[in-house]
């Protein structure tokens, strides 16, 4: 039976990221199915599922591939974003944040120093604030 499987799932795409978390996104919509209020959750959760089900079996592998790392690019950009707004948080009695009124690039200054003139170190624009 196990070769069998191997033999059919050969040159298919298989599971992956996107799919893993498609079918928990399908598993929390068939929990909340079970609630009178959301019974049209129920139908979400089944396309959901044959999507998934789909790019398993599928054997365009370069799309499939290309779909994933589409998502991995879009976490990546929510973790780094995530990251840099922890950090920011923690620094905020520290430093104070600007953005350049030319490029909009965010300036970090210490806190503190009173009116300074603040060069973006990216479009070398000049400007004061009060830190």
Not at 39 to 60: D, G, Q
Not at 70 to 77: G, I, R
């Amino acid at each position: 039976m196990r070769q069998r499987f191997q033999r059919f799932m050969s040159g298919r795409y298989g599971a992956d990221q996107l799919s893993r978390v498609l079918m928990f996104i399908a598993l929390a919509f068939l929990i909340l199915s079970f609630f009178p209020i959301f019974r049209f959750f129920y139908l979400i959760a089944i396309v959901i599922m044959v999507y998934t089900y789909f790019r398993m079996f599928s054997r365009n592998v370069q799309k499939r591939y290309a779909e994933n790392q589409k998502f991995l690019n879009w976490k990546y950009k929510l973790v780094v974003k995530k990251d840099q707004r922890r950090k920011r948080w923690e620094q905020r009695k520290i430093y104070r944040f600007f953005n350049c009124p030319n490029c909009k690039q965010t300036v970090r200054v210490p806190r503190g120093k009173g009116k300074i003139c603040i060069t973006c170190p990216k479009c070398r624009t000049e400007f004061v604030r009060k830190s």
